[in-house]
């Protein structure tokens, strides 16, 4: 789509970036496994003093990393056939379904919610409280209302989940629709006007392409946004498939098995990670370097 | 033949009646002919840009008359009388060079092979042949302001509207591109109002120069420029050039009091 790449990060800035990832990973590893065995040696204490450490250090709190990783590749239950990796990945896969749905209408809902504020200062002032009150009433109570309500309308148990992903995954892509819509210059508006352009002119040819940077970003958050929702949304939908079930399951046998739910969470991390490299993916095919946001800037600024 | 521009009796009140109400302009009278390159200056917020605005119809008047080409400035507006240029040159970063001097082309709806060979065209006129493929990020200012000019030209407006087009520029660039835009002028018979705080830059340029006064903004003095066209690099050389600098500094030195 754009011929000039000029501005591409060089491949050796992309090494250094490949580098820093692997340098954190190791040391929150080693970080992890000396904590332990701080903890193990002076009997759960900081060093030198009688300070209890915050969490215990038995393999039961924090198992070894390695433990983690090899139940990943044992049978999940005595006497199943299928690993723990190949388990929770079908599991991942059927949540990301769900979060799937979710995620594409939930963008749409708030992409079009971002036109409809821009359009009308109106239904910017009616219905704004509501969409930022919508986001403070917590997850876990809204996800068996939807469920309830797919219910009567015998509706698929997969479309409540859908529907609670959808729920997350709107509230930033609003936001920042909207922000991006009104992000260009007024003498850019002007020249439009100047120009006699119809209002839709304008959103086409101005308006949309300026969110476009704005739009990226929040289509990161909403990917995690949904995958999360989708999650919390198969306990209230009674859901056995998917990661939510799962995480549960293992839950409840911590005691005797606590790298597997370790190792679930790891999966679902994953299963998140790979969604927004996606979006991720899709936004370097679009928008060219010199036009992504910094995440780093997009915090900092308002 | 038509007026360019009538202004009458024409007075900009912002926020009326508001606790911050800004008396902009006041009994602007003022007739601009086919073909004349008009200057507007003054002190800064004396109502140089809130003129251009009202006769672009991007803000409406208050009080008085604004017609542009015979008719009311909005009737203007929506025929695509005129073309503006800002100090900023509010390139489409996402646009190539060529998309956006096509930009007016496509939303008036004209033909992908019009577009292209008006917009090769207009590149050619500000001297950005080869440019055409170029984002806005990889021109210096003062390119990236020929590209909005080759923009407003695009259409063929017989008006151009210019805000302090080359305020952001240096000095070289700056009188280059004022040798560029006369060029420009006499090659399309383009009506031209240009708001400037330069004196030289206003004296060089004009047929006419409208000397403003400071809030609210008022006509004090038109000053007729005679020297001879075209202007050329001797221009500024000239002893009737220099006289003309102290006519306009004296005349807005009075208009401050
Ligand atoms: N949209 C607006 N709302 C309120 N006041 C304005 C607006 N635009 C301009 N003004 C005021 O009108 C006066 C003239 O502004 P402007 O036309 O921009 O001056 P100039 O271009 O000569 O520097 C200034 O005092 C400015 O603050
Ligand atoms: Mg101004």
């Known amino acids: 789509m754009h011929k000039i790449c000029g501005m591409n990060p060089t491949p050796s800035r992309q090494i250094r970036r490949l580098w820093s990832i692997v340098a954190i990973l190791t040391l929150l590893a080693v970080g992890w496994e000396a904590y332990k065995w701080i903890g193990e040696t002076t009997g759960g204490v900081w060093p030198g003093t009688t300070t209890r450490l915050p969490i215990r250090t038995n393999s039961r709190s924090m198992p070894h990393l390695w433990d983690i990783a090899v139940s990943l590749f044992r049978p999940a239950r005595r006497g199943g056939e299928d690993i723990l990796l190949v388990i929770l990945l079908r599991a991942g896969w059927f949540t990301l379904r769900s979060a799937l749905v979710g995620f594409v209408a939930g963008c749409s809902i708030g992409f079009g919610l971002g036109l409809l504020f821009v359009r009308s200062r109106l239904a910017e002032r009616g219905l704004m409280p509501y969409v930022v009150a919508s986001q403070t009433v917590p997850v876990i109570a809204i996800a068996p209302i939807l469920v309830v309500w797919g219910g009567r309308l015998d509706l698929p148990k997969w479309v409540s989940v859908a529907a609670i992903s959808a729920y997350l995954a709107f509230f930033p892509v609003a936001i920042n629709t909207l922000r991006g819509l009104r992000s260009p210059a007024a003498t850019a508006t002007e020249l439009m006007r100047s120009y006699a352009a119809s209002p839709n002119q304008t959103l086409l040819k101005l308006q949309i392409p300026a969110a476009l940077p704005f739009l990226f970003p929040a289509l990161k958050v909403a990917a995690t946004a949904s995958v999360i929702g989708a999650i919390v949304g198969e306990l209230p939908a009674g859901l056995a498939d998917g990661l939510g079930r799962a995480i549960l399951g293992f839950a409840s046998s911590f005691s005797s098995a606590p790298e597997k739910l370790f190792a679930s969470v790891v999966v679902s991390a994953l299963v998140g990670l790979v969604f927004v490299g996606v979006v991720a993916l899709v936004e370097r095919l679009v928008l060219p370097p010199t036009r992504r946001i910094d995440p780093t800037e997009a915090a900092a600024s308002p | ?257």
């Open chain 2, 1 to 257: 033949m038509t007026d360019a521009v009538v202004l009458n009796d024409v007075s900009m009140v912002f926020n009326q009646g508001g606790d911050n109400q800004v008396h902009a302009l006041s009994e602007i009278d003022l007739t601009i002919e086919p073909g004349e390159f008009i200057s507007l200056i003054g002190p800064s917020g004396c109502g140089k840009s809130t003129l251009l605005r009202l006769i672009g119809d991007l803000i409406s008047s208050t009080d008085g008359r604004v017609e542009v080409n015979g008719k009311p400035a909005h009737l203007a507006r929506t025929d695509r009388d005129y073309g503006m240029v800002f100090q900023s040159a509010t390139l489409l970063e996402w646009r190539s060079v060529l998309a956006n001097v096509t930009l007016p082309l496509e939303i008036m709806g004209r033909s992908s092979v019009e577009r292209q060979e008006r917009g090769r065209e207009m590149l050619d006129l500000v001297q950005l042949s080869g440019f055409e493929d170029h984002y806005p990020w990889q021109l210096s200012g003062g390119m990236q302001q020929r590209v909005a000019i080759a923009r407003a030209l695009a259409f063929a407006p017989s008006l151009l509207l210019m805000d302090e087009p080359f305020g952001a520029l240096d000095e070289m660039t700056r009188e280059r591109m004022q040798t560029e835009l006369l060029n420009i002028w006499e090659a399309t018979d383009t009506t031209v109002i240009f708001v400037t705080h330069s004196i030289p830059e206003a004296v060089f340029l004009s047929t006419r120069v409208v000397v403003m006064s400071p809030r609210p903004g008022r006509i004090v003095d038109v000053i007729d420029i005679d020297l001879a066209q075209p202007r050329t690099l001797d221009t500024r050389e000239e002893q009737r050039f220099y006289e003309l600098l102290t006519v306009v500094r004296e005349s807005l030195r009075r208009a401050d009091r």
